[in-house]
């Protein structure tokens, strides 16, 4: 275990998240997010073969028993992209990122609802002060006080990314079921598979030819979406999910960096009082796991015989 590679390893995907959401973002005027989809997740796929090649897991990586878990983790992964990539060609990207981090407290519910997982009190009035902050979020595009009223393409954008937040937090699920029976190696191999191969089904609505500079874009938004999926994997080696987990919430600060810097985007106040309160609680729901993980291993330890 190394507590500070786990980090770096962390920042630094989700730095490479970032820059590839960019690209898509710079593409969305003329590709449509279903073939963002299959750039995405195709051109990942030689990173990721490289990556079990390096590793030695190619056998794991390709070897599972469960290729329905797989679809259907796929099939929600790949929604979610679509929506998500939608989305980024509505709303700015600090917005987007915002809205996004409402996945991880829609998981709490979902596996509560699908998986059983006891939701104690805590967690319950962390997930509320979270979604407090979503619609502090969504509030101004969703209401007639907005610039554009309910028909506006932003408020569709915040529908749009938050029912892809919605599938991103069903894949969760879907991961916390697949992890029991299959290697790390294999859900980020297949997923990527699936996901390419399902966006193939948006073919008829509309998928162009992309100019040389669009393509160059596209490929390199798949090459680093692979890149950062290898790194986020690499990441959860050297450190728990508990210390590396709340580096997720550094994708804000960067993507309003490259929002201002980049996209010439500027966030209200509103974004940013709502997307704090949705960090805090996702942060609090952590260290709360983390607490009651180190108190479960204290219990474990005591009951074990001595001598």
Request: hydrophobic share 60%; net charge positive; with cysteine.
């Amino acid at each position: 275990m190394n507590p500070l590679r786990g980090i770096v390893l962390k920042l630094c995907s989700v730095a490479i998240f970032v820059a590839m959401a960019s690209l898509i973002k710079a593409a969305a005027d003329v590709v449509p997010p279903g073939e963002a989809v299959f750039f995405r997740s195709a051109f990942a796929i030689p990173v990721i073969v490289m990556w079990l090649v390096a590793t030695r897991a190619v056998k794991s990586g390709l070897a599972t028993r469960n290729f329905l878990g797989h679809f259907w983790r796929g099939l929600a992964g790949a929604t979610s992209m679509g929506f998500g990539f939608a989305g980024l060609g509505l709303l700015p990207l600090p917005e987007v990122t915002a809205i996004g981090y409402a996945a991880p407290l829609l998981a709490v519910i979902f596996a509560a609802m699908f998986l059983g997982e006891k939701v104690r009190a805590f967690r319950i009035l962390s997930v509320a002060l979270g979604m407090v902050g979503v619609v502090i979020i969504l509030s101004p595009r969703l209401t007639a006080l907005s610039d554009h009223g309910l028909g506006g393409a932003e408020a569709l954008g915040a529908i749009v990314v938050l029912t892809g937040a919605v599938f991103a937090a069903l894949a969760q699920v879907f991961v916390r079921r697949l992890v029991k029976v299959e290697k790390v190696s294999a859900i980020v191999f297949f997923f990527s598979l699936n996901a390419a191969l399902l966006s193939l089904i948006t073919l008829p609505f509309g998928w162009i030819v992309p100019d040389a500079t669009t393509f160059a874009m596209l490929i390199g938004a798949g090459i680093l979406g692979g890149l950062g999926q290898v790194l986020l994997t690499s990441s959860y080696r050297h450190a728990d999910v508990s210390v590396i987990a709340p580096f997720e919430y550094a994708s804000m600060l960067l993507a309003l960096i490259v929002g201002y810097t980049v996209f010439d985007e500027t966030p209200t106040f509103v974004v940013l009082f709502g997307a704090s309160l949705v960090v805090a609680a996702g942060i609090v729901i952590i260290l709360r796991e983390r607490h009651l993980g180190l108190e479960r291993s204290r219990q474990r330890s005591s009951m074990t015989p001595q001598g």
